[in-house]
């Protein structure tokens, strides 16, 4: 919530610096309070209440519409704002289509628009349209090269998508899709689904079929949770291989499980795997057959894996803040 304090600041000293005539600076205001895309709405909607109330001795007031995470009314409150408040400068909105869409009205109104979004596209490339917008969030661009850097330096060599089938998800696959092909990381599927939609299982099962090492999510808001929360489905190769690494850790070292054992003990979690999936991910892990296990336990050596093991997960890439 200190990003919106930090952006009332600098759209308010801005103007200040700019000599704005009059003694009271009006910033309009458009967030997403209700909606997909309300769990970044509401709270940057009552961050408003922290903005300060005069800067440089000019008063500022502040004008909070609800665009309810649609872009034409998005577009419908910024031309109120514009021309009825008659603001000085705009916050807003919450997602990426909401501020992609306002660029024109913001730009014929000539009001310097700060977004809340994620998208480079909301400022990129500049022109006489995007020279009246600003944004402070990371971009898309950002995450994906962390994102892909992360799963480069854990091994993960094939990569699903899924997100919004809308300007977000696209704008965010577009740098995905960029960061991956950098690393020579190809893209097994690519599904979208609706932030409106209640469940993606098909999606996600069509991505799961592929057997991506890891799945990225290219959505915001509390809908960018679905493809995650699919039972049983969105698992990836590195979570499976730390569930394997684990379940050996904690075996009895002379009773030690067998590759078909683990395979019961993954699907018991709800994880479908083959024995020769356990096998080929143990193996690549270094870790002994259960035969050489029990051997090293007989002996009195115990399991002594290799410290170089990677333990930890990655699973779906959930983007709070693509990631909107």
């Known amino acids: 919530m200190n990003r919106i304090v930090v952006w009332c600041v600098a759209t308010a000293a801005m103007l200040t610096l700019a000599g704005t005539a009059q003694s009271q600076i009006k910033i309009g205001v458009t967030v997403s309070a209700t909606g997909p895309a309300a769990s970044l709405g509401i709270p940057e909607k ?54 992609l869409a306002m660029t024109d009205v913001v730009a014929e109104g000539e009001t310097p628009t700060i977004s809340l979004a994620s998208s480079v596209r909301i400022i990129e490339p500049v022109d006489a349209k995007k020279a009246w917008v600003f944004k402070t969030p990371q971009t898309d661009v950002m995450m994906a090269g962390a994102i ?52 993606v299982t098909g999606q996600a099962l069509k991505l799961i079929a592929a057997k991506p090492d890891a799945i990225v999510i290219g959505a915001s808001g509390t ?45 018991g979690e709800g994880i479908e795997i083959a024995r020769r999936t356990v096998a080929k991910y143990r193996e690549a892990m270094r870790i002994p057959s259960s035969a050489e296990r029990r051997r090293l336990g007989r002996l009195g050596m115990g399991r002594s894996l290799p410290s170089g093991v990677p333990s930890a997960a990655i699973a779906a890439q959930v983007l709070a803040g693509p990631a909107d």
């Open 148 to 199: 892909l850097e992360h799963m480069e330096k854990n091994n993960v060599k094939t990569l699903g998508y899924v997100g919004f089938n809308d300007a977000l998800g696209e704008a965010f696959f577009a740098e995905i899709d960029k960061a991956a092909s950098a690393r020579k990381i190809p893209l097994t599927g690519n599904e979208r689904f609706a932030p409106k939609d209640t469940s």
């Open 46 to 99: 009552n961050t408003v209440a922290m903005c300060p109330r005069s800067i440089a001795g000019k008063s500022v007031e502040y004008i909070v519409l609800d665009d309810a995470s649609d872009s034409t009314l998005a577009v419908q409150n910024a031309k109120k704002l514009i021309s009825e408040s008659a603001v000085d400068a705009i916050i807003g909105s919450t997602t990426t289509p909401n501020s």
């Open 223 to 267: 809908p960018a949770a679905l493809p995650a929360r699919t039972p049983g489905v969105v698992v990836s190769s590195e979570s499976v291989r730390s569930r394997i690494r684990h379940l050996v850790g904690g075996e009895n070292a002379h009773q030690p499980l067998s590759d078909d054992r683990i395979v019961d003990l993954l699907k």
